[in-house]
Every structure is written in structure tokens, then in C-alpha cells.
């Protein structure tokens, strides 16, 4: 019911930056009910990995990977959430996807269709 579009991926060298968005669309009542929005990050032969998320109060939450350098964060009025990301690192190359979850009617989360995400010099 809730689809999402990230966008901002692309190349960087290390230990540079990048901010992705993910912009929220489609029925109101659901975006304005999402409880947690995530990013995780996925590389090919790998599992999925939770990078960052933010709830509806405002807690956050980081890998230990990317503690102290990235922070999601979101702007309401735009329906979008954000990872920035600084200080990037080759590990840090992957597709990254962002995820809403809403808890009404019935408990269910949405996925973004992914933006790369490429660190090499």
C-alpha cells in the first residue's frame, strides 16, 4: 500500500559521502501510520543487512559498521527519510534498500527497489 523510491546511490571514492533518500507515496493514512522506516544493504551471495533505522518517536538506531558515520533522519513534509553517509568505505558498497513498516490494519512492510551504492578509487 505504501511504495517507496530511494534514489542518491552512485560512485564515490573513499572516504567520501553521500546522502540517499527514500520518498514514501500512495494511500495517506498509511504513510502518516509508518512505525519504522530502515535502510539495510545487500550485496550479491550475502544477507541482507539492517544499516540504520528511525521510528516514530525518533529513536535511531546504527550497525555497528556504520556507527559514527552515517545517520538517517526524515522529513515529514516531504515523506522522505534520508541516510547520509560520510566517511564511506569499499566495504560499504552494496545496494542499498529502504523498508517501511505500518502496524494497521494488519502488520506489514514495504520495500524500495534499491539504489547502488559503489565505493572503489
Known amino acids: 500500500q505504501v511504495q517507496l523510491v530511494e534514489s542518491g546511490g552512485g560512485l564515490v571514492q573513499p572516504g567520501g559521502s553521500l546522502r540517499l533518500s527514500c520518498t514514501a507515496s500512495?494511500?495517506?493514512?498509511?504513510?502518516?501510520?509508518?512505525?519504522?522506516t530502515g535502510w539495510y544493504r545487500q550485496t550479491p551471495g550475502k544477507q541482507r543487512e539492517l544499516v540504520a533505522f528511525i521510528t516514530r518517536g525518533g529513536s535511531t538506531n546504527y550497525a555497528d559498521s556504520v556507527k559514527d558515520r552515517f545517520t538517517i533522519s526524515r522529513d515529514n513534509a516531504k515523506k522522505t527519510v534520508y541516510l547520509q553517509m560520510n566517511r564511506l568505505k569499499p566495504a560499504d558498497t552494496a545496494v542499498y534498500y529502504c523498508?517501511?513498516?505500518?502496524?494497521?490494519?494488519?502488520?506489514?512492510?514495504?520495500w524500495g527497489q534499491g539504489t547502488q551504492v559503489t565505493v572503489s578509487s
Open positions: 523498508s517501511a513498516t505500518v502496524p494497521r490494519p494488519r502488520v506489514s512492510t514495504s
Open positions: 500512495g494511500n495517506i493514512f498509511m504513510i502518516f501510520n509508518i512505525n519504522v
